[in-house]
């Protein structure tokens, strides 16, 4: 909850849609989505239900800001992140139901560190001040961190 899971990789989730972008920028684009930054847009311009396509693409990528540093920053972040968040999954058995047997819960709150390094990376390419940095990474952080 409170969080969206992107990811590179199918996690085999009943909601899950695949997004096709470049292979150069696909990471990137994961990193994006999966942060703060992302998750306040989705909070304000949504109906905070199942991440829909207009969100994705009414949300401004900032591609003229990403230089070759930027850009490897952001990959080796979003690498951590997906290895971050694949360690603190909690796989479930459930009885067997139109072929689902088992479904895996994403403790993203686990995460909340690596996303905020995606943030403090990607909030300057916005022209974000550090103030608002912070803002967007502490926004609703009770609902977000607390179990």
Request: net charge negative; with cysteine.
């Amino acid at each position: 909850m409170y969080y969206n899971v992107i990811t590179n990789y199918p996690t085999g989730s009943t909601k899950e849609k695949p997004l096709c972008f470049d292979t150069k920028i696909s990471n990137i684009i994961g990193a994006i989505l999966s942060s703060n930054l992302f998750w306040w847009y989705q909070q304000v311009y949504s109906n905070n239900l199942d991440l829909k396509s207009y969100e994705i693409e009414s949300f401004p990528i900032p591609v003229k800001n990403l230089e070759p540093e930027v850009l490897r920053q952001i990959e080796k972040l979003y690498a951590k992140y997906l290895r971050d968040i694949q360690k603190n999954i909690i796989e479930h058995k459930t009885a067997e139901y139109v072929k689902v047997d088992s479904y895996n819960e994403y403790k993203i709150r686990y995460s909340k560190p690596l996303i905020d390094l995606i943030d403090d990376t990607i909030c300057p390419l916005y022209g974000l001040t550090q103030e608002e940095i912070e803002f967007i990474k502490n926004y609703e952080l009770t609902f977000r961190v607390d179990e």
